[in-house]
């Protein structure tokens, strides 16, 4: 080896790669993948544009909302409680919404060699640029303006309102860590699909509390939860302006220790996740060493009959829990077909009556049978072949709805009874719901028949293909008519026997009536339908199959 080689050797072994700055980096890459989604598609710019003029007018409206609440004396309460509202939203959002933001998914991260301390403090900072973070900090902006008084007061808003949003956003992204392999699964898509019932529920639950509240006294009823809640991390960010605005300095520096210690814990339990994220194995790659069991006709299953009908209800009941898109409409129809009746027996609007809102909005599940099966109902078909084959195929899948929509509207009747006070209504109104849902599967069956669609499954909201929503309406429209048409005399005979003198003990033969009456409207939709769907089968087929 030449003395120039062996000069020049121990260099070139000392020579260490430039180091570069991640937090920068990662704000860049963040940027540039903003800025390239909105490449090559005119209707995504335009979405996100419009989302983002939205967000700031909403924003500066909000803003400026909360800063007129300055000098009122419950402007404490009403901000302490919207930032405790606020940190709620970032932490459920990446459940419910996992593919908003692909960054929330730190496992694309696991085979760079990036220490977790480092990439905590990047995808911090990185998670501090988009729409949402700006929206956060306006309302953030405007809670601490509208407690902060003195220069107590100023100094401490300075403070509070960036630890309220990097709080939020700390939550946001250790939730998502410590959840990324369940959101990136099935059950994550799952979750994502139900977005829309938590909303749902959410929504009355808040138009509920708002009616509530101004009934009973206004805002003062909210203080005994605000003296909990500006106690608890990030809320302690605005609680700490206000108690520095009513010169209590101590409390003040209690409630920002809090804050400090609550954001640090955040930080390090989100270091935790991505430390277990990129050493631990991913379970679900992993083969159990235990053998599965095996079950056929016994099992868990035992209890159903044998043969097609006990095999169809299987594959339906599994059907309610595993298909994404089918158990998101019975868990929505389970839901609101009880918030209803609840809700308005809890406002004093209430009717034992109304326990037929949640048999309709369960007997709706019948309703395009085939349609929930997609491209796989070419294996059904393979085993239709005459009209009695139909007729235990549409039987099985009406039995095994009936499981679950019949004891849930007894449920339901008994619950909305107990909350009206008006027991004597019970076996009419309980009647008159099996008639209700006896009646849509009856129309159920025939408009599975005669108005077949397909269900997309590659979207969360996607519940009719394109070209086929005027099947859809058409079936459930008609259906809806026809089924009201089916049991118009038992809502006769219940209408009369209510208002007619001396008969009000006789409504209790409202609910043998109804049950015979549903049930016989029932097994007639059924017959009525199976000659249609062995006749019609082909067309069927490519309906589903279309999506």
């Excluded at 959410?202 to 005994?224: D, K, Y």
């Excluded at 829990?321 to 009746?341: E, N, Q």
């Excluded at 809502?491 to 001396?502: K, P």
Aim: with cysteine; net charge positive; aromatic share 8%.
């Amino acid at each position: 080896m030449s003395a120039d080689a062996t000069a020049t050797a121990p260099a070139a072994t000392t020579t260490a790669a430039p180091q570069v700055a991640l937090t920068p980096l990662f704000v860049r890459l963040k940027l540039s993948l903003m800025r390239n989604g909105l490449k090559g598609s005119s209707k995504r710019k335009a979405v996100w544009i419009t989302s983002l003029v939205f967000s700031l007018v909403i924003s500066a409206f909000a803003t400026l909302g909360l800063a007129l609440l300055h000098g009122h004396d419950r402007a404490g309460t009403v901000v302490v409680l919207l930032a405790a509202i606020l940190a709620l939203g970032w932490a459920v959002m990446p459940l419910f919404f996992p593919a908003g933001d692909e960054t929330l998914d730190p496992s694309r991260l696991v085979m760079l060699p990036l220490r977790p301390r480092p990439l905590v403090r990047a995808l911090l900072a990185s998670s501090l640029v988009g729409i949402g973070p700006v929206f956060t900090l306006c309302l953030a902006i405007g809670s601490v303006a509208a407690v902060a008084r003195g220069a107590a007061g100023v100094v401490a808003a300075l403070v509070g309102a960036p630890l309220l949003l990097l709080g939020c956003v700390a939550l946001a992204r250790a939730t998502a860590t410590a959840n990324v392999r369940l959101l990136s699964s099935r059950k994550g898509r799952d979750l994502a699909l139900l977005s829309g019932l938590v909303i749902a529920v959410g929504a009355q639950l808040a138009n509920f509390a708002s009616q509530r509240l101004f009934e009973t006294g206004g805002l003062a009823q909210l203080e005994p939860a605000e003296a909990v809640l500006r106690w608890v991390p990030p809320a302690t960010a605005v609680g700490m302006v206000d108690s520095a605005s009513e010169g209590a300095y101590g409390v003040a520096l209690a409630q920002l220790a809090l804050t400090l210690a609550g954001l640090a814990g955040l930080l390090w339990f989100w270091e935790r996740s991505l430390t277990s994220l990129m050493v631990n194995p991913d379970g679900s790659t992993i083969a159990s060493a235990a053998p599965r069991e095996e079950r056929g006709a016994g099992g868990s299953w035992g209890w159903l009959p044998v043969g097609r009908t006990g095999a169809v209800m299987q594959r339906t009941l599994r059907y309610l829990v595993r298909d994404p898109k089918t158990k998101s409409a019975t868990v929505t129809a389970l839901a609101i077909g009880l918030i209803i009746p609840v809700f308005n027996a809890l406002q004093g609007t209430g009717s034992v009556y109304l326990a037929c809102f949640g048999a309709g909005m369960l007997g709706m599940q019948m309703y395009n049978q085939f349609g929930q099966d997609t491209s796989a109902f070419w294996m059904v078909a393979q085993t239709i072949s005459t009209p009695r084959d139909a007729y235990e195929e549409l039987r099985a899948r009406a039995l095994a709805l009936g499981l679950v929509t019949v004891p849930y509207t007894v449920l339901v009747t008994v619950v909305t009874a107990a909350l009206v006070g008006r027991w004597g209504s019970f076996p009419s109104a309980l009647g008159l719901a099996l008639a209700l849902l006896g009646s849509m599967l009856c129309t159920g069956a025939l408009a599975s028949a005669r108005f077949a669609y397909s269900i997309p499954t590659d979207g969360a909201f996607k519940n009719v293909a394109p070209g086929q929503g005027g099947l859809a309406w058409a079936g459930i429209g008609l259906g809806m008519l026809f089924s009201t048409l089916i049991s118009a005399p038992v809502i006769a005979l219940t209408v009369w026997l209510s208002l007619a003198d001396g008969l009000d003990g006789l409504r209790w033969i409202v609910l043998p009536v109804g049950i015979a009456w549903g049930t016989l409207a029932a097994w007639s939709g059924l017959r009525l339908a199976a000659p249609t769907v062995a006749r019609k089968l082909p067309e069927i087929l490519y309906a589903v199959s279309k999506g």
